[in-house]
């Protein structure tokens, strides 16, 4: 188990839902979303398909589940990019403090190589740097932004992000180079703009 001193920076380890490979040092592209962004049919389907993995055990169950995971976030990518939800980020000035949010402790806290702000989601790929961890800089991001945001909206609601974020650890230079252009192709894909810098809530208009 992690301790104060030695967060969650190396390993693998669950957060409640599916196991998460750290590495020091490593790259990651992270993805997290609104609360409301899935329909609840969804997330049922989603948490029986881990419960009936979890039943089983052995030597492959972690990559088991590691896959489902994966297989996972593709579906919900295609679902996010039709714009479900009540998309609080469209509104300009929320976008904006969310990317605020995400620029705000790059080179002191983690290298932020490239990210986008969408409708109901977040994208980001970064490095942490020192003794930062993965799940404490994008827990920040969320909390900074949500207690400033739900004001602006108008919102009461406990919930304003779904608590669990995906992340996956970027291994070679090729890798990074097409997930960042993923991230920047994401508002063309979605049909939001024409052209990657056009879309003014991500790093392809907005370079770190």
């Known amino acids: 188990m992690p301790t104060p001193d030695q967060p969650y920076r190396e390993g693998i380890h669950s957060r409640g839902y599916l196991p998460h490979v750290k590495i020091a040092g490593a ?3 992270v993805t997290f979303r609104l609360a409301d962004s899935l329909p609840q049919a969804v997330l049922a389907r989603f948490a029986e398909q881990r419960d009936q993995l979890a039943a089983h055990t052995g030597s492959q169950s972690s990559e088991r589940l590691a896959a489902l995971r994966d297989e996972q976030h593709r579906e919900i990518e295609a679902l996010l990019d039709r714009g479900t939800g009540d998309c609080h980020l469209r509104h300009p000035n929320v976008a904006r403090l969310v990317a605020d ?13 490239a990210w986008v702000v ?19 800089i994008v827990k920040s991001w969320k909390q900074f932004s949500a207690l400033r945001t739900k004001p602006l909206l108008g919102l009461t609601l406990d919930r304003f992000w779904q608590p669990e974020a995906y992340d996956h650890w970027v291994r070679d230079a090729a890798e990074h180079e097409r997930i960042a252009q993923y991230i920047h192709q994401n508002p063309v894909k979605a049909r ?15 370079p770190t």
């Open 27 to 29: 790259t990651y592209f």
């Open 192 to 206: 939001l703009c024409e052209s990657p810098p056009d879309w003014p809530w991500s790093s392809a208009a907005c």
């Open 118 to 136: 969408m409708p109901n989601h977040v994208h980001a790929l970064l490095t942490p740097l020192g003794r930062h961890a993965l799940g404490d």
């Open 101 to 113: 949010s995400l620029q705000h402790f790059h080179t002191q806290r983690y290298t932020l190589h």
